[in-house]
């Protein structure tokens, strides 16, 4: 899957803090890094390559990081990083801005000098990174500029949207087959740079790819949200998010499943997961299936058996049954 993981634990004690800071300074880009407590320093990193686009975690103890000039100079893989900080917080500086971030997104330019202090009350931080080619971010530098070092909220809007994906995508990426994670990358990138573009003040700067993804999630996150109303339909759906039915359809046209049929696939997944949770052994079949929005149990069954090849009895039977 293009994935690599590593931590410092597989190093010894003492060496822990220069493994980190080779690791970054190597993998990441030329910088100097310091810290008040090599000794009992803690740090794992994973890269997950995702075709245009790179998207790594970093976790690690308190440090100050410094990029030069001098360290430009010497190499630069000329990317934009967008920082997603999970946890604790990272004071970032670059072209004369300055802030303090935590829980929200930060963009920094790997061309231009810069500072970071990370995990000042001790804790540590916790980091994903998506790193984006200048290439392809299609926006002018200058503008771009204005940006950098500055908070991106993340708890609202395509910030929220685009940090979500990033989260959801690192933890189901063990179940992304050989050619799903290069199209994940083309989805993030074009969800950065709708947020980047809204973050601009210029959302129509968004290629019309990124607009209809944005969109596209902003309808998937609705879905999730509501299977369980028997009233969810495209029409709804249309209506709640201020755009025709056709514009809907437009959405899903180079999709694998209409909209309705993405409605009626993730319902039957909840159920069929049901279905198989010992704890909800007692539950009748058919409160399952007025639980994800089906108000016939006889259109339930036959679903669930066209979807899997069995029916709703048969699978639970097999999932509960003791070996």
């Known amino acids: ?151 991106i909220p993340a708890r609202a809007g395509t910030g929220a949207i685009l940090a979500g994906f990033l989260v959801s995508l690192l933890d189901q990426r063990s179940h992304c087959g050989p050619g799903e994670l290069p199209r994940m990358g083309h989805i993030t990138l074009d969800l950065a740079r709708a947020c980047i573009a809204q973050q601009l003040g210029t959302p129509g700067e968004a290629p019309a790819e990124a607009r209809t993804q944005l969109m596209r999630q902003r309808v998937h996150r609705f879905i999730e949200d509501n299977l369980g109303d028997p009233d969810l339909t495209p029409q709804q759906l249309a209506d709640r998010h201020h755009i025709s039915l056709r514009s809907l359809h437009l959405l899903y046209r180079d999709q694998p499943l209409s909209v309705a049929a993405h409605i009626r696939r993730a319902r039957l997944e909840r159920a069929r997961g049901d279905l198989a949770r010992p704890e909800l052994r007692g539950l009748p079949i058919q409160a399952i299936a007025a639980r994800w929005g089906f108000t016939s149990a006889t259109a339930f069954s036959r679903a669930f058996r066209d979807a899997y090849g069995s029916t709703p009895t048969e699978h639970r039977a097999s999932a509960l049954s003791v070996p």
């Not at 899957?1 to 597989?10: F, K, Q, R, Y």
């Not at 994973?46 to 970093?58: A, E, I, N, W």
């Not at 802030?99 to 995990?119: A, Q």
Request: charged content about 25%; glycine content about 8%.
């Open 1 to 151: 899957m293009g994935e690599l993981s590593a931590s410092a634990s597989a190093v010894v004690r003492a060496d822990r803090f220069e493994w980190f800071r080779e690791a970054v300074s190597t993998d990441v880009m030329p910088l100097s890094i310091r810290t008040e407590r090599p000794s009992g320093f803690r740090a794992e990193i994973t890269d997950l390559r995702l075709g245009p686009v790179q998207l790594s975690t970093f976790s690690y103890s308190p440090v100050v990081a410094r990029r030069s000039a001098a360290h430009v100079r010497k190499g630069d893989p000329e990317q934009y990083q967008l920082a997603l900080i999970t946890h604790g917080a990272i004071r970032t500086s670059q072209l004369g801005n300055e802030s303090l971030v935590s829980g929200d997104l930060v963009l920094t330019d790997t061309s231009r000098p810069m500072e970071n202090e990370s995990g000042g009350d001790g804790a540590g931080v916790d980091v994903v990174m998506l790193r984006i080619p200048h290439s392809d971010l299609p926006f002018r530098p200058d503008k771009v500029d204005g940006l950098l070092a500055r908070p």
